[in-house]
């Protein structure tokens, strides 16, 4: 993006990000000067070549720390290592996901509690983590990625839409209780983005409706969105630099809508 946002030598932590949004995002920061831990699964060989590719086309330093967002200790260790690595924290953006879609009677337990640990208590392991560093510092800017589904439920997204909407929750009482610091708390709450983790999707909704792929995204997943279009993640990135940046000073608590007019309806 050509514009400068004045973030330049800021220092972030994109969990989630060896994938889809997160991966956008955190290049989207890093090519405003801004550096990077990146975090998620995956081929260790190509998330190395990812991190490598990225910081030799920006300014910033890439760092990769593989914490599970299952495990409180190893978030913490994450966010540690942002002081043990640049001496500081500005920006934590909780991106992290999975999904799961199953009828509720079918949901299995532990499909439940994988999607509440990654989506809602890692965000709360990190932020808890980060916010005494970046109160010290007299500002941060801490940005979830939450999801149209925190703000309007779907069918067979059970524990999806549950951590969504805590995540909205944890975002709001996050931000009025850090409202006097200089650190904000903020939602995104994207509409449908073709991301791996929607790809997947197509393929279980057909599954559970017993509709085809093709019906499913015509009727199903941008039946949702009045602009029939997937959210790109420019239109994401745009978000995220205005909240992160001086401009985003004034926005707190809020879960910002980026999702073609979805949740207008
Ligand atoms: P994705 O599957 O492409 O990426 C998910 C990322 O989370 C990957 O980097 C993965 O490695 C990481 N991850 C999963 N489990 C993890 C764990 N235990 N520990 C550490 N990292 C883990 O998905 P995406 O579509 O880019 O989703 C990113 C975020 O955006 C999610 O929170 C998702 O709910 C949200 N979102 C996505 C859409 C969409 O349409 N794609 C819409 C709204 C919100």
Redesign the pocket.
Known sequence: MAADYGIAGHVAIV????????FALASALAEQGVHVIL????DPAQIETNRRELQARTNSSIRYHG????RPDEIADLVDFAVREFGRLDILVN?????HVSPIEDFPPEKWDALIA??LSSAFHATRAAVPIMKAQGRGRIVN?????GLVASPFKSA?VAA?FGVVGLTKAVGVELARTGVTCNAIC????K????EAQIGDQARSRGISEDRVVDEVILAAQPNKAF?EYDHLAGMLLYLVSDMGASATGAALSVDGGWTAT
């Open positions: 969990t989630g990000s060896t994938s889809g949004i997160g975090n998620g699964l995956g914490a599970d967002m299952t991106n992290a996901g999975i999904q990654i989506i990625i939450a999801s149209a589904h999806y969504k994207p509409g449908y983005v991301t791996p983790l929607v959210v």
